[in-house]
């Protein structure tokens, strides 16, 4: 149900609680601060007036849950996807409806999650947040390994860390650059240097898979150990994502707490973050509604996919590569780039940086551990280009973050690089 008061009290158990600061901020991080920059105040008054108990704490919810966010004109596209797929309408609408009806439920999730974290504590709630943080991602990923389309799973996921790593990192430092000229922008360098060193160690891991491919002779055997290594170190970035969660959650948070400063009331950030609008199993029940779209909508995609790029013209790759992510992403996008306008430039790259590393040290580990289960083979070798491209994206991003301070330059470089290896995808038609 609807909370709203001024002090942050929180009714639990039929006793009134007042929220530490701890647990209002419990479990926020770069990716909750991006997506709140999308949200707006919920007016509440003509929901009030109605006298049925159920029926206003039902449209409460409705109106904070579906209108609670900028981009609640989207929400359309959901049944019109639903209704093209269930009139059989021509693939290509199916899949361009799909992908503007993900964009905001991927935000809505990031405001779930954010919502539970409040009853939870910020441990629990850290850890779902780092979990949910790219479950579009993983949802697509999993369905399209469910019908052997591997060459999909590393498209999507290589694109979703290189647009990242380029293009919302690279129009962050781009617009933040333009817009505060007369000041020098500068953040702070240990969250950007844990995070790359978990990129490099996830390149590793790509590279070697490569590498077998050239070094051997047996095709058939190599192939086998090839498949073999991947497993190992999917293993091995797990473990490694594992002991990233302890030092973001326990140990060094204060590395990736948000920086509070005079500019935190600003306007267009929902000043009532700092208690929970809805009630823990209102948010709990919407998340797993909103999980469920997701994943209609994911399948939805995968099945189109190759029926959108012959009538399109487009590649598999370049859509893979380059349009889900910016459609899926958008809403994330956006946010980061709103913070880096005010000068935030710790939460812009704390999006950037952090849903890189989650979805390189994360989802694509789980995929194929996920892809062993099944029996599917699926390993760690994206092909040359695909891991050119991630490594180059890894050493550029690494260089542009060395000496802690921002200029447009900088962003003007990353989104050029990511135009070559947008060019670079558009003109290559040919499966990993």
């Known amino acids: 149900m609807a909370a709203s008061t001024p002090e942050a009290w929180l009714l639990e158990n039929g006793n009134i609680k007042v929220l530490s600061k701890e647990m209002k901020n419990g479990g926020r991080r770069a990716h909750n601060m991006s997506a709140s920059s999308l949200r707006k105040k919920s007016d509440l008054s003509l929901v009030s007036r109605i006298r049925v108990g159920l029926l206003r704490l039902f449209l409460a919810n ?29 693939s290509p609408w199916i899949f361009a409806l799909s992908l503007l009806g993900l964009t905001p439920l991927a935000e809505r999730i990031s405001f779930l999650t954010e919502q539970i974290a409040f009853f939870t504590g910020p441990t629990v709630g850290g850890l779902l947040n780092a979990t949910c943080g790219n479950a579009t991602e993983l949802i697509i990923a999993i369905l399209a390994l469910v019908k052997h389309k591997v060459d999909v799973v590393k498209y999507s996921l290589l694109g979703s860390i290189l647009s990242n790593l380029l293009l919302v990192l690279g129009s962050s430092l781009f617009c933040g650059g333009i817009v505060n000229l007369s000041k020098q922008q500068k953040f702070d360098r240990k969250q950007a240097d844990v995070n790359s060193l978990l990129l490099l160690l996830g390149l590793m891991c790509h590279v070697f898979p490569l590498i077998f491919k050239f070094a051997g002779k047996s095709t058939e055997l190599i192939a086998v150990r090839t498949l073999q290594l991947s497993r190992t170190c999917s293993v091995i970035m797990l473990i490694a994502y594992i002991a990233y969660l302890l030092f973001q959650l326990w140990t060094h948070r204060q590395f990736f707490e948000e920086q509070e400063s005079e500019e935190n009331n600003d306007e267009d950030v929902v000043s009532n973050d700092e208690s929970p609008v809805i009630s823990f199993w209102s948010a709990f029940i919407w998340l797993a509604l909103m999980t469920g779209v997701v994943a209609l909508l994911s399948e939805y995609v995968v099945a189109t996919i190759e029926a959108a790029s012959d009538t399109w013209g487009l590649s598999i790759s370049f859509i893979s590569v380059i349009l889900l992510p910016i459609v899926g992403n958008a809403a994330e996008h956006a946010g980061a780039i709103i913070f880096a306008f005010k000068n935030k430039l710790d939460i812009s790259l704390g999006v950037a940086l952090g849903s890189a590393t989650q979805i390189s040290m994360f989802v694509i580990p789980l995929s194929v551990i996920v892809s062993w289960i099944t029996g599917i083979g699926m390993d760690l070798d994206f092909s040359l280009l695909g891991t050119s491209a991630l490594a180059l994206s890894i050493l550029v991003t690494s260089f542009t973050l060395q000496d802690g301070t921002s200029h447009y330059i900088k962003g003007l470089v990353l989104l050029l690089c990511y135009v070559v290896i947008a060019a670079c995808f558009f003109l290559f038609d040919a499966p990993l």
């Open 62 to 90: 409705l109106q904070e849950v579906l209108l609670g966010t900028k981009l609640s004109v989207l929400f359309v596209a959901i049944p019109f996807a639903i209704f093209a797929k269930c009139r059989n309408y021509e």
